[in-house]
């Protein structure tokens, strides 16, 4: 049966159990020193000073600790930027936070320097004339994967991105191109000559010819419009650079 509440009543209760006020007492002080850190947490990532010191990979799982060459080698593949996160348009979600303060907390070292895996779209990217993961720098040089949030990339970006990958790429590309096209294209588009050979002289002039024409093509909308290749851009903060 439920009663009325006698304020003196609810007094005394409350005097005579000071364990459990206490209690409530010491969850609402970790309540609020974890939303304060949160906060300075938040705040360190969005302006990233990097003054405080690094976090040793000692008692870190390891499976989640990438050197920079791995890092490199997946930015260049899938045309992404590693950058510092004070460049990330984003929103950092709330669970990165908080395993950031966990992480602080168990390894007792307080760090303001972080790192961002993602397009080069996810970033605040300057004039110099999406699917984010967030690192931890480490003090042997390499990166603690933190968090990763978002949609998976696409099953065919590294084919789609391969020609920008580097110059070498890019030429392949153009002559694996241009090599199919001499190879599809009938005599009668390449030569006048009716009683040719497939494998003739014309056709060995169309395929280089044809290198010609998009490596000047190429070359021009490179400078039109700052293309860099990946290989040269993937930590860059420019993204005409």
């Given at each position: ?116 895996l993602a397009p080069a779209a996810k970033f ?110 993937w930590n860059s903060r420019f993204f005409n650079?």
């Amino acid at each position: 049966m439920m009663r009325d509440v006698n304020l003196r009543d609810a007094l005394n209760d409350a005097e005579n159990n000071p364990i459990e006020s206490s209690l409530l007492d010491k969850v609402n002080d970790w309540l609020r020193d974890d939303a304060v850190q949160d906060r300075n947490i938040l705040q360190s990532i969005e302006e990233n000073p990097g003054n405080e010191p690094l976090m040793s990979p000692e008692n870190l799982d390891s499976r989640c600790v990438y050197s920079r060459e791995a890092i490199e080698r997946v930015a260049v593949k899938y045309r992404l930027r590693f950058l510092g996160t004070q460049h990330y348009s984003g929103e950092i979600p709330q669970e990165a936070i908080s395993k950031l303060r966990s992480l602080q907390r168990e390894q007792n070292v307080q760090t303001d320097r972080y790192y961002i895996l993602a397009p080069a779209a996810k970033f605040k990217l300057s004039d110099c004339n999406q699917d984010p993961l967030l690192f931890l720098p480490l003090s042997n040089g390499k990166f603690y994967l933190v968090h990763q949030w978002g949609n998976d990339l696409k099953w065919y970006r590294s084919i789609m991105k391969f020609p920008f990958r580097s110059p070498a790429a890019l030429a392949a590309t153009v002559l694996a191109f241009t090599l199919l096209l001499t190879i599809v294209l009938p005599n009668s588009m390449i030569t006048a000559e009716s009683e040719a050979s497939f494998f003739n002289s014309g056709r060995l002039v169309f395929f280089f010819w044809m290198n010609l024409l998009m490596a000047a093509i190429l070359s021009y909308l490179c400078f039109a419009f700052h293309f860099t290749f990946s290989k040269y851009n993937w930590n860059s903060r420019f993204f005409n650079d």
